[in-house]
T-cell receptor, first 113, second 112 residues
Framework: DGGITQSPKYLFRKEGQNVTLSCEQN?????MYWYRQDPGQGLRLIYY???????QKGDIAEGYSVSREKKESFPLTVTSAQKNPTAFYLC????????????FGNGTRLTVT | GDSVTQMEGPVTLSEEAFLTINCTYT??????LFWYVQYPGEGLQLLLK?????DKGSNKGFEATYRKETTSFHLEKGSVQVSDSAVYFC???????????FGPGTRLSVLP
């Protein structure tokens, strides 16, 4: 079955360390997205990519970085510059064409202490 | 810019009650409209969608109609079950299907 795989489901890091969250999709989608969700909150867009080797900042990109070297992969690095990194991170993809929905992975819960 | 407003809840209902979660939007052009559901500890799942005015999306007993005149996309279900307890997000995408805007989510609790 096609879908989006995020790994790991739970991630623990010490403050000051960079950490990379994995997102892989086999839906052949062009567009990929990273969102952050805090408890009881909605979704905030971190970065998105419409095509390989190109990506744009979302609303809360500071302290994060991404790469899009392959169509199926869009890893997110949470750097030590991110002041409050503990959150639930969601990766999503779409065809990038009109009327198409976002498809989401099951998320990675990052805890930084 | 585009925006989505929905009742924030929490909404608490008894099993078999009627559900309405209101959603209104502001957008230029002709957005597509979506409802997503999120169960605890999981990602969002697409529940239903509508892509043009007067379209009705439906799935698993849930329905929503794209009302351009009132810029609304209210979610309804005739008889909720305990298993419907989750957070529901209303969302839109722009004309090009590239910019997505989400509402803040509505937490629904259904009691037996």
């Amino acid at each position: 079955d096609g879908g989006i795989t995020q790994s790991p489901k739970y991630l623990f890091r010490k403050e000051g360390q960079n950490v990379t969250l994995s997102c892989e999709q086999n839906l052949n989608h062009d567009a990929m997205y990273w969102y952050r969700q805090d408890p009881g909150q909605g979704l905030r867009l971190i970065y998105y990519s419409q095509i390989v080797n190109d990506f744009q900042k979302g609303d809360i990109a500071e302290g994060y970085s991404v790469s899009r070297e392959k169509k199926e992969s869009f890893p997110l690095t949470v750097t030590s510059a991110q002041k409050n990194p503990t959150a639930f991170y969601l990766c999503a993809s779409s065809t990038g064409t009109p009327n198409s929905p976002l498809h989401f992975g099951n998320g990675t819960r990052l805890t930084v202490t | 810019g585009d925006s989505v407003t929905q009742m924030e809840g929490p909404v608490t209902l008894s099993e078999e009650a009627f559900l309405t979660i209101n959603c209104t939007y502001t957008a230029t052009g002709y957005p597509s409209l979506f409802w997503y559901v999120q169960y605890p500890g999981e990602g969002l799942q697409l529940l239903l969608k509508a892509t043009k005015a007067d379209d009705k999306g439906s799935n698993k007993g849930f329905e929503a109609t794209y009302r351009k005149e009132t810029t609304s996309f209210h979610l309804e279900k005739g008889s909720v079950q305990v298993s419907d307890s989750a957070v529901y997000f209303c969302a839109l995408s722009d004309n090009y299907g590239q910019n997505f805007v989400f509402g803040p989510g509505t937490r629904l609790s259904v009691l037996p």
